[in-house]
């Protein structure tokens, strides 16, 4: 496996994009069954058991984000860090996943109810934006190298010696 540069080679963007729809989409999927879907149960209303593979999906999902998120730290971003280019949204972008993986594991792992609807909320709302911030530094960065236009042959000025 190469290293990713700037420019992120075709092959590593569609998994990056499919990892990422994944992730969301699984995730809005999730929020969205838990927060107004309810079928009736033996004990009254309950969950829709859709949920629960939703939030296999979106585990898996995060679990290959957090690979690619390692992968892009030790490849992508030194490069870009070098070219002094989009560092804030770059590092915003590091920040807002590096909050997702603390919150993942605070939903899942810590056995404090409050902690764990607060941190829902944050990681939803993370979750919600991180796509725009992303478009954000992509916009960025394609905006920049449209800005550097490559450097033109100068012409070649007529030699005399030769038009006898």
Known sequence: ??????KIPL?????????????WLSGVTVYIIQKWVRIPGEFGLTYHPLQTDARQVHGAAAFAMMIIYGYLLASHVPFGWKQRRQRKVGLLLLALQLLLIISGYIIYYTANE?????????????????????????????KARSRKTPTKAKPVANDKSKEK
């Open 1 to 6: 496996m190469k290293p990713v540069r700037a």
């Open 11 to 23: 092959p590593y963007r569609l998994i990056l994009i499919i990892v990422l729809l994944t992730s």
């Open 114 to 142: 409050n902690l764990q609807h607060l941190t829902a909320k944050a990681h939803i709302i993370i979750g919600l934006t991180f796509p725009l911030t992303l478009l954000a530094h992509i916009t960025l960065a394609l």
